[in-house]
């Protein structure tokens, strides 16, 4: 640099995985990924905790569901999700237990929300996706 030599000494860390594993949720239309570290630093999210929306499909008529790719899930009917094993858990109780509505904590752009989603909207949805 301006004819100046420099030495430096690196030391490479491993990034982890890039990219989390997606989780379709077809009775309550949408797609979750669990949230990783690089995940993390391209969103500039505060921590890993929770599970990202990936995909929102529409419901009857066309209309949404209020939900946006990139919102972060935190809680499922008061069941804290602290990543995608939870909130898989969760998903799969609910499912079983017939729910009609479904409550979610949301992070959007650092506000917290709560997001009512009414199962039955699903049952004869659209398969498009946002």
């Not at 301006?2 to 989780?23: A, H, P, R, V, W």
């Not at 237990?97 to 752009?109: A, P, T």
């Amino acid at each position: 640099r301006n004819e100046k030599e420099f030495s430096f000494k690196l030391k490479t860390i491993e990034l982890g995985e890039l990219q989390g594993e997606d989780f379709e949720c077809p009775d309550w239309g949408f797609t979750v990924k669990g949230i990783t570290q690089q995940m993390q630093i391209e969103n500039r999210l505060d921590d890993t905790v929770g599970v990202m929306v990936t995909g929102v499909r529409r419901i009857r008529g066309g209309s949404l569901t209020g939900l946006r790719r990139g919102d972060i899930i935190s809680s499922v009917n008061r069941s804290i999700i602290s990543g995608l094993p939870e909130f898989i858990k969760v998903y799969r109780e609910q499912v079983a237990s017939n729910v009609e509505k479904v409550i979610l904590r949301i992070n959007r752009g650092g506000s917290m929300r709560l997001h009512s989603l009414r199962v039955e909207d699903f049952k004869e949805g659209e398969e498009d996706e946002e």
